[in-house]
């Protein structure tokens, strides 16, 4: 009997030997195609909302419109709409700007304010202007003139420094065509400093939310070549917020690229990117450089916020699927991973702790950085094919949902 036994335990051994190249091939067949659900919470309920667009897919014929959660709000962009504000429990759509200008871009969300950069300009000439709206109701609150020409600018919250007694404030960074970087009083418009142009202003998405005492700016985040043409290599380094002086710098090691600026270190990832690495911190006062996470090959980073590391690693045989991965940057140690669709929809850390998953369904959901676990939102939208999108706003033609529509 024992005997039999054995020889039973033996062949479900080897059964279950045979299955598991199966069962590793298998998981990306499984694991990044996970389906979306409601998430049952008092007060949310799964909601979709059609935007009406002049145009809604853009050139290369993919939908035109992306949305971001930020600062307690779902904002969207797209054609013709330069940004749209939409209640994220109802999806109801509370306001939207629109304007003739030409280039609009929106640089800057924080809790209080949305900030436009727009060339009003005619003919050959430009005209640029900063306009800021009130998040929750849509009310212009500031707008002014830029001299020069503008070609990149990012607004952030500054911190109230402890110890020197001094206002925080909404700071405006612009980089003017030659290089110069030029720091504004975001609301007024009032010129604090200016740094000629050695140094090129390194950019957040403008679909970050106001940041966390810990994440708060201090400073102006910059990088630049070092003396020695391509041999030389990159640095970065942050300017001060009063007057501009640089307050460090750090020589970038070969080979890695600056990936984003948390927990008071640098974080630098392989280039190029296809070469399977680590995730490396550089404490900027020491130079020193330490292991925050092993990489595979073709894992990119999502962003570090919280002392947590997001990554997407792409499925080898389908770019639209993979995983998600969290790792503890003290540690190195991986806190969990999920499976998504659509890599395009995907985006890192936003609200902090958190991080938002957009699938083919067009369901954007939280996940608790940490743990792995859903937040209380849920998201949900929708943009229809361009002939129901008009027959529809024609049938809702009124209804809340259209909101306000402001225009320059």
């Not at 479900?12 to 998981?27: F, I, S």
């Not at 939207?96 to 030409?102: D, L, M, Q, V």
């Not at 919280?306 to 991965?325: M, Q």
Request: one cysteine or more.
């Amino acid at each position: 009997m024992r005997g039999r036994d054995m020889g039973r335990h033996g062949r479900l051994r080897a059964g279950l030997a045979a299955l598991l190249p199966v069962v590793a091939v298998g998981m990306w067949a499984v694991a990044p195609t996970e389906t979306p659900e409601a998430i049952r919470m008092d007060g949310w309920k799964p909601w979709e909302t059609r935007l009406k667009l002049d145009d809604p897919y853009d050139m290369r014929g993919y939908p035109g419109v992306k949305c971001r959660y930020a600062a307690s709000a779902l904002w969207c962009s797209g054609s013709g709409m330069v940004a749209g504000r939409l209640d994220p429990r109802t999806g109801a759509l509370l306001w939207r700007y629109e304007t003739s200008a030409r280039e609009p871009r929106l640089v800057g969300i924080t809790a209080t304010e949305a900030f436009f950069l727009e060339d009003h300009g005619q003919g050959g000439k430009s005209r640029w202007e900063v306009r800021a709206f009130d998040a929750r109701s849509g009310r212009r609150v500031a707008g002014y003139g830029l001299p020069g020409t503008p070609e990149s600018c990012v607004v952030r919250v500054v911190r109230v420094v402890r110890v020197v007694r001094k206002a925080g404030g909404t700071a405006l960074a612009c980089q003017e065509r030659g290089g110069r970087i030029v720091r504004r009083d975001a609301l007024t418009g009032e010129e604090k400093w200016s740094a000629e142009g050695e140094w090129n202003l390194v950019l957040r998405p403008p679909f970050v939310p106001e940041p966390t005492p810990q994440q708060a700016f201090d400073g102006v985040v910059v990088e630049r070549r070092r003396s020695g043409g391509t041999a030389g290599g990159r640095e970065v380094g942050k300017l001060d917020d009063e007057d501009g002086h640089v307050v460090w710098r750090a020589a970038l090691p070969r080979q890695l690229a600056f990936s984003g600026l948390a927990d008071d270190c640098v974080y630098l990832t392989p280039w190029p990117e296809s070469r399977p690495d680590e995730l490396v911190r550089l404490d900027p006062s020491t130079g020193r450089t330490t292991s925050a996470a092993a990489l595979e090959e073709r894992e990119r980073t999502l962003g570090v916020t919280d002392g947590v590391l997001c990554t997407r690693l792409e499925n080898p045989t389908n770019y639209n699927e993979g995983l998600v991965r969290a790792y503890d940057t003290a540690r190195g140690k991986r806190l969990w991973q999920t499976g998504y669709i659509e890599s395009s929809g995907l985006s890192g850390p936003t609200d902090p702790g958190q991080y938002r998953v957009a699938t083919r369904q067009h369901v954007s959901r939280g996940r608790d950085m940490a743990r792995g676990e859903r937040p209380a939102q849920l998201v949900h939208y929708e943009v229809d094919e361009p002939v129901n999108v008009q027959e529809r706003a024609l049938q809702e033609r009124g209804a809340s949902e259209e909101g306000s529509t402001l225009r320059s």
